[in-house]
């Protein structure tokens, strides 16, 4: 949940930049994640939606955000958050080959197979 305080020194859309930081370093905003259309939040934290909208563009020109035309703005991935995002993937996928009954070596092929000939070099 995002909050702008007018008592701060620090300028509105600032605050908005500085917390979309923060959430994203944490993992509280993860990769994917849709942000709220400018207009929405700007009405939500009572701020004009130019404030939002320099956010959202400082928050782009970091390659924090992307913005996906008119399907909104979304948070782009920590290094951390791929890395995650990947051992979750993993380990369904161990579980579903588990449960399917087939043998490590069998999983560790399809892999490979996978991604093609670009392992064959590991």
Do not use: C, W
């Amino acid at each position: 949940m995002l909050s702008v305080d007018p008592s701060l020194p620090v300028p509105p859309f600032e605050q908005i930049k500085n917390q979309i930081t923060e959430q994203r370093a944490s993992g509280e905003l993860t990769a994917n994640h849709r942000l709220p259309p400018v207009r929405h939040l700007a009405i939500e934290l009572g701020v004009a939606p130019n404030t939002v909208a320099r956010a959202y563009r400082e928050l782009e020109a970091s390659g924090l955000i992307e913005t996906r035309g008119r399907h909104g703005s979304f948070v782009t991935g920590t290094a951390e958050s791929s890395r995650k995002e990947a051992l979750a993937a993993a380990a369904d996928y161990v579980a579903r080959v588990q449960a399917l009954g087939l043998p490590e070596s069998d999983a560790i092929r399809f892999v490979r197979d996978a991604f093609g000939p670009r392992l064959s070099t590991s």
